[in-house]
């Protein structure tokens, strides 16, 4: 796999992955040490972070998920969203964390937050591993940030081209 052209520069190390998500781990359970904290994983390049950041997690904490499908072309989100997968959980009272795998143009998690902030959370807050500052259309506040990364299409730790890459155990670029 790692001969496939299309896999281009290294952007995160799978060492320095694991790294910040101990790191992120560790301010979560600190933050929300006493509540009744539910992770909300976005469906489906968020599945290995939020698998391994809740391992990191130290405290009691529920996890449900949502798919949210945003349209435009293969590489660009025009904000317009459609819930593909709900919640199981109300949230209602809550301390929500939503787990994003990646903020771009950030127009997918803007419609995100409202939908979820209309359900009455007593907190909600993002936690993402990977933002593109350059290409923000919104700004959004992201608690906790792991990599900031240059305007490229990023595949790899649940990140696809096409539903593929997904596996791989770094960040890298796809090749141009």
Excluded: W
């Excluded at 072309?73 to 317009?80: E, F, I, K, Q």
């Amino acid at each position: 796999m790692l001969e496939d052209p299309a896999i281009g520069d290294i952007l995160v190390q799978a060492d320095d992955l694991q790294h910040r998500i101990e790191v992120l781990g560790a301010e979560i359970s600190r933050d929300y040490a006493g509540k009744d904290l539910l992770l909300i994983g976005v469906l489906k390049g968020a599945i290995f972070f939020l698998s391994d950041l809740m391992r990191a997690i130290e405290i009691p904490c529920e996890v449900d998920f949502m798919a949210v499908a945003s349209y435009g072309s293969a590489t660009d989100s025009s904000g317009v969203v459609r819930i593909l997968k709900d919640l199981d959980t109300p949230i209602e009272g809550r301390d929500v964390l939503i787990v994003e795998d990646i903020v771009d143009s950030g127009l997918t998690l803007q419609y995100l937050l409202r939908s979820l902030e209309a359900r009455n959370p007593a907190t909600l807050e993002v936690c993402a591993l990977l933002t593109k500052p350059t290409r923000r259309k919104v700004e959004l506040p992201a608690r906790y940030i792991g990599f900031e990364i240059p305007d490229r299409f990023a595949i790899g730790y649940g990140l696809d081209h096409a539903e593929r890459y997904r596996n791989l155990p770094f960040v890298a670029a796809l090749s141009e």
